[in-house]
């Protein structure tokens, strides 16, 4: 199912452009990506209740938080960066200092979430975690991504396995992935090693879909290298769902939906 950003724009939420300058420029985050505040409201209204608990093992930027908080979602986020979270905080503080929930971020190493999260029941695990050493984040040992691939693995399936212990029973996660390659220009696998560890911590994988990005450049900077290498340039993201449990019991704790009507659909554009 094709998750297309533009397409969704209509049923989402309307941020303020201040709103939107706060999360997307600035802080220890500028220069690096930053997440779809729009993926963020379909996945929380189509994956988690309202009032329930975001847990996110690999919180490095404000967006998830935000916008879980403007939906009426509780956020924890893990983060290994201090200067992450407290820009983090800061910009939170701008946008939701009024709202009666405001997102909370722990620092410190996510492995360590089976201790600093001990006593969370967890509605919805929502992350992005670091993909590889795509992009290196500080020079921190413990950092994902200063690590070899195999090291890196290992350790992200660990803090996988972990944060989907705090998961409740019949409930989902969701897990945005790209794929990553190696210094040769050949494909870890990264989104299949994801499948693997949701699997292995006991989830079921549930759906897939396709966040279509922004063309931008990449045309030019994929035509320029694709005769000598037949490297060809990605326009998209995985998007994995995952469940604790039983589906339907999963998507009954969710509550309803609003769901467009095809038929009902055409019958408007054509009218």
């Not at 905080?89 to 979430?113: F, H, K, L, Y």
């Not at 989830?203 to 879909?209: I, T």
């Not at 990005?213 to 994929?222: C, D, F, K, N, Y």
């Amino acid at each position: 199912m094709p998750l297309d950003r533009e397409k969704n724009k209509a049923s989402a939420t309307t941020y303020s452009q201040e709103s939107l300058n706060v999360i997307t420029g600035g802080g220890v985050e500028s220069g690096t990506s930053i997440f779809d505040p729009v993926l963020c409201e379909i996945a929380y209204r189509w994956f988690s209740p309202v009032d329930g608990l975001v847990l996110d093992p690999f919180a490095g930027g404000s967006v998830r938080g935000i916008v879980a908080a403007k939906l009426g979602r509780q956020y924890i986020g893990h983060e290994l960066r201090g200067e992450q979270v407290e820009a983090n905080r800061i910009q939170a503080n701008e946008i939701c200092g009024n709202d009666a929930i405001v997102p909370v971020w722990i620092t410190g190493d996510s492995r360590n979430i089976d201790k600093t999260c001990a006593d969370v029941d967890a509605d919805l695990i929502f992350t992005c975690p670091p993909y590889a050493d795509l992009e290196v984040y500080s020079d921190d040992p413990n950092d994902l991504s200063t690590m070899g691939y195999e090291e890196f693995r290992k350790v992200y399936g660990e803090i996988i396995a972990k944060t989907c212990a705090r998961l409740r029973n019949d409930r989902f996660a969701v897990c945005v992935v790209g794929e990553v390659r190696d210094k040769k220009g050949n494909y870890y696998d990264f989104v299949g090693d994801t499948v693997q560890a949701f699997r292995s911590a006991g989830l079921h994988y549930y759906n897939e879909a396709i966040l279509i990005t922004a063309v931008g450049s990449l045309p030019i900077r994929a035509g320029k290298q694709f005769s000598a290498s037949r490297k060809l340039g990605k326009t998209h993201q995985n998007i994995l769902v995952f469940v604790k449990g039983d589906g339907k019991k999963a998507a009954n704790a969710c509550g309803p939906v609003d769901v467009v009507d095809v038929e009902e659909f055409e019958d408007q554009a054509a009218s």
